[in-house]
């Protein structure tokens, strides 16, 4: 009969109702590849739209393992809708390029994303066909504070796929931090 077995050869144990008994040290997915690989980053922006319904934010990964975000911190100065949009294709011709932050201090670790903010990110540009996948309202008193949003499901963005933010309102400025890490 097969056995679960230690390092050393010995079978693991078992209680009387068939449940293995462990000591287990647990890390988030997460955690594991920031103190591990040192592949967790985060992109801030601030900008406000030039007209309605504008990509504010595009992050496309160009890495070969997947981009898991995991949240978003936004402040939003007034009334507006942002919504989050995935996919699309063609090329973006405006925007100020962000750097992802690795969290891990002493990682060195570079993101393989292009990654780009402006009041109109697809200016000029031939990028189309993007999806929503979220919206946030903000109303009347809820724009004072940074809103923290985690996404329940993680969104995934495998290589050469594209996450961005967009926004219903011109003017208004938003400011955000995007958090997310590679991984399989």
Same mark, same amino acid.
């Given at each position: 009969m097969p056995t679960i077995n230690d390092p050393n050869g010995q079978a693991a144990d078992v209680t009387s109702e068939k449940m293995l008994?462990?000591? !287990?040290?647990?890390?988030?997915?997460?955690? #594991?590849t920031n103190r591990g690989h040192g592949q967790a980053f985060t992109w801030q922006f601030s900008t406000a739209a030039t007209a309605a319904d504008d990509c504010i934010f595009y992050i496309k990964n160009t890495d070969d393992l997947p981009m898991i975000l995991e949240g978003l911190d936004l402040y939003v100065s007034n009334d507006c809708d942002v919504y989050l949009k995935l996919g699309g294709s063609g090329t973006t011709a405006a925007g100020t390029v962000v750097t992802g932050v690795p969290l891990n201090a002493g990682s060195g670790e570079v993101a393989d994303? @292009?990654?780009?903010?402006?009041?109109?990110?697809?200016? %000029? %540009?031939?990028?189309? %066909?993007?999806?929503? !996948?979220?919206?946030?309202?903000?109303?009347?008193?809820?724009?004072?504070?940074? #809103?923290?949003?985690?996404?329940?499901?993680?969104? +995934?963005?495998?290589?050469?796929?594209?996450?961005?933010?967009? @926004?219903? @309102?011109?003017? +208004?400025?938003?400011?955000?931090?995007?958090?997310?890490?590679? #991984?399989?």
């Open positions: 008994k462990a000591l !287990c040290v647990s890390e988030t997915l997460e955690g #594991h994303v @292009t990654c780009l903010y402006s009041e109109d990110v697809e200016s %000029g %540009g031939t990028f189309t %066909g993007a999806i929503e !996948c979220n919206r946030y309202c903000y109303e009347s008193g809820t724009v004072v504070d940074t #809103h923290n949003i985690n996404f329940p499901m993680d969104i +995934v963005i495998p290589k050469n796929q594209v996450f961005s933010i967009w @926004t219903d @309102t011109p003017s +208004v400025v938003i400011t955000g931090t995007l958090y997310g890490f590679f #991984h399989d």
